[in-house]
């Protein structure tokens, strides 16, 4: 089947309407350009030419040429000229009375100022416009293949250090992915069209000309090429004739597809992790300490045993090595074999010249080869944990964790969950090899009391499995591990970020974090681990001078955040997060009249040595800190309870063990209740208004061991009517500390 590819979209009609009813110029690319357009989107075509709308306006100057056409500010005004002559012509034929028509020209005129910045901005950035955008500044005719050609074998020849640069708000696979985008659209327009022509019934020309449709034995494989020269044809007219072939041949490299990318397959996973902690991609990931900037990424990735880690991964015989090997040759780590030397030194000149994003880049696909030839390592008992590995770390600010501690949660231990994701002190100096921590430490690690050294050598064979993993990790300069300590690098929190940014993983940095409200930092802070969340607490609080108008606006959002959801008792702790010792007396004197919070700012203030006024904190308030408290104190026995029970088993004692009591609990609500108004009951019906979803089981369990019958039966009362878990309004986020843990890929 053989087509020409032309496209019926009324250019000639609208042209020589155009020359007998005007005199000024008009431009003939971009009158083909927005007739193409409009014509691609389905606009009606019954009177010759496209019909634009009020919405096909807006989609054509604001979604399609912004990321479809190379044009230099002294074209901008084209397009828009472009669209008001159209209505005329419509208004002209009849097509368009008075009215319709003038709504047509607001609508192009109210768009000018969205379709101007569209159209500048480098976030449409595609690589077709980037490189049309270089040619036409250097004057090269756009419209010959031949000059094309030539100017892009002049760049490539061209030193890295010497050649214009992305801006910095735009990375090398923001453009790949956009590109594919474009491309997708032109080929889902296209193909519209042809079901269109197909199905039309009017006397309208076929859009698509020279296409025989009407064939019964029309092949579909020949459709496709067709529809994809087309694609192609109409992508080079609107940027720079033969870069579609270019780019799928000698000059791939300049302008590398999706698939170019390694550390994409490492992105997919921790976006997997993401959401398997989270359910969502938008959950912000707190922001390292040791963050750098990128000012400093060149010489931290330079640093970097990189080339010696890509060159070892190299001679690794799997499908992971294969993939090391092919990137060796082309960062010029390696010299290429007689099948790769078409793409030797590639990317060699990154290293001595690229850009922060091109060596970030670079740092990121070592990696991410790195960590597929780990996982392809059966060896290894914990292989295929290191994606996992990278992302618990970032997901915890970067806070350094414990060899042993991870071990023992991999192995199911009942690691104490106050301690899961805090950070250990990293030593002065330790052995190479890993040595498995003495029993003390390791019940100080875990919350488990009475280790011994069974415990120790249960736990020893795992975390020296682990250990390994992680030592293979720190290779690259990514992970670091001083004795049971281990940790990312500076390195290594900038390439994991890069990584999580390309899987649409939200990884904001300090200067974004700073920038958002009281409310936007509540709601981020309530899912991260403790540390993270207090460090990055008072580090919002200093980028706001301290003040206290923000102490006010952020005591305030954690108290009315989620306020009567089961997320609301999470979102409280990151009131005991606050430093408030350093808080202004002011803040904390207005938060006690906070129904939610009042009972805590009284406390605060009381320990700073302050006198505040403890009228002012409601009953409401009052009963909000007595249910954390409640419910702490039993979460407290019932692990005490748990545990004890464990040392039983492994005793030799043959006496039965009777349901534990909770004396703790019972003796701090009596307290309770012995000052306030009305006694007990009042108490019960307080707790339970205060916080249904936290007073439940707290209820609950004073009505099944509080000595008192009646207590008993009016906390068993109270939880049984007011079970809020049966009224289907259970949620399932967690809070600082309270993270949903991933299962193990085994």
């Not at 050598?457 to 499995?465: F, K």
């Not at 008192?708 to 009016?714: C, F, K, L, R």
């Amino acid at each position: 089947m053989t087509w020409n590819g032309v496209l019926n979209n009324g250019l000639d009609d609208f042209l020589t309407w155009y020359s007998r009813e005007r005199s000024n110029p008009l431009s003939v690319r971009s009158a083909d350009t927005v007739l193409t357009l409009l014509a691609l989107r389905g606009a009606d075509r019954r009177t010759g030419v496209p019909a634009p709308t009020p919405d096909l306006v807006r989609r054509v100057l604001t979604e399609d040429l912004p990321t479809l056409v190379s044009a230099g500010p002294e074209e901008l005004a084209d397009f828009p000229a472009v669209l008001s002559a159209l209505a005329d012509r419509l208004r002209s034929a009849g097509r368009l009375n008075a009215k319709r028509h003038a709504r047509l020209l607001a609508a192009v005129s109210e768009v000018l100022p969205d379709f101007e910045r569209a159209m500048t901005t480098p976030e449409n950035m595609t690589w077709p416009r980037w490189y049309a955008s270089l040619m036409r500044a250097d004057e090269t005719d756009t419209d010959d293949p031949v000059a094309v050609r030539e100017w892009l074998a002049a760049h490539d020849r061209t030193p890295r250090a010497d050649r214009r640069h992305l801006p910095e708000t735009v990375s090398r696979l923001a453009l790949s992915e956009r590109t594919a985008a474009t491309r997708a659209r032109v080929s889902e327009m296209l193909l519209a069209a042809v079901v269109a022509d197909l199905e039309r019934t009017s006397t309208v020309e076929p859009l698509l000309a020279g296409l025989p449709l009407d064939r019964g034995d029309l092949d579909e494989d020949q459709l496709v090429d067709a529809l994809e020269r087309t694609r192609d044809g109409l992508l080079d007219r609107w940027t720079a004739q033969g870069l579609a072939e270019a780019f799928d041949g000698t000059f791939a490299h300049l302008a590398p597809a999706v698939d170019a990318y390694p550390y994409l397959a490492l992105a997919d996973t921790l976006l997997d992790d993401h959401l398997s902690y989270y359910g969502d991609s938008f959950v912000p990931l707190p922001t390292p300490a040791e963050l750098p900037t990128p000012a400093e990424l060149p010489d931290l990735v330079r640093a970097a045993p990189l080339p010696a880690t890509l060159a070892a991964a190299a001679h690794d015989p799997s499908a992971a090595g294969a993939e090391a090997r092919e990137l060796a040759v082309r960062c010029g780590f390696l010299q290429p074999s007689e099948t790769s030397a078409r793409q030797s030194g590639e990317a060699a000149s990154v290293w001595t010249a690229g850009t922060p994003d091109e060596l970030i880049e670079l740092g990121a696909d070592v990696l991410a080869v790195l960590v597929a030839r780990l996982a392809d390592d059966s060896d290894e008992e914990y292989a295929q944990d290191a994606p996992h590995l990278l992302y618990t770390l970032y997901q915890r600010g970067g806070s350094v964790g414990s060899v042993a501690r991870t071990a023992a949660e991999y192995e199911a231990w009942m690691v104490d969950p106050d301690l899961e994701d805090t950070g250990v002190v990293v030593p002065g100096s330790a052995p190479a090899g890993y040595v498995t921590p003495a029993p003390e430490e390791l019940s100080a690690l875990l919350g488990l009391p009475g280790m011994d050294e069974a415990d120790r050598t249960a736990l020893d064979g795992p975390a020296r499995a682990l250990a390994s993993v992680i030592d293979r990790l720190a290779e690259s300069g990514v992970v670091f591990r001083t004795g049971d300590a281990f940790g990312l690098t500076p390195l290594g929190s900038a390439l994991t970020r890069y990584v999580l940014l390309a899987g649409r993983v939200a990884a904001p940095d300090r200067t974004a974090v700073r920038a958002w409200d009281a409310a936007t930092m509540v709601q981020a802070a309530q899912e991260w681990p403790r540390e993270a969340a207090a460090r990055t607490l008072a580090d919002w609080l200093d980028g706001h001078d301290g003040g206290a108008e923000a102490w006010s606006d952020l005591i305030a959002a954690i108290g009315s955040r989620n306020r009567g959801t089961i997320e609301a008792a999470y979102t409280r702790v990151l009131f005991t997060l606050l430093d408030t010792a350093a808080a202004p007396a002011g803040a904390l004197q207005g938060a006690l009249s906070d129904p939610v919070l009042g009972a805590y700012a009284h406390q605060a203030l009381l320990a700073r040595g302050d006198k505040p006024d403890e009228d002012q904190v409601s009953l409401s308030a009052r009963a909000t800190l007595l249910i954390d408290q409640l419910d702490a104190w039993y979460g407290k026995e019932q692990r005490a309870a748990l545990l004890a029970g464990i040392a039983a088993d492994r005793s030799d004692e043959d006496e039965p063990r009777t349901a534990p009591g909770s004396p703790v609990l019972t003796a701090a609500f009596d307290r309770a209740a012995a000052t306030w108004p009305a006694g007990a009951p009042a108490l019960i019906a307080a707790l339970a208004a205060a916080d249904p979803y936290r007073a439940y089981q707290v209820l609950d369990r004073l009505g099944r061991c509080h000595p008192d019958p009646g207590v008993a039966a009016a906390a068993a009362r109270v939880a049984s009517s007011a079970n809020p878990f049966e009224t289907g309004r259970k949620a399932g986020r967690r809070g600082p500390g309270k993270k949903k843990r991933k299962p193990r890929r085994r």
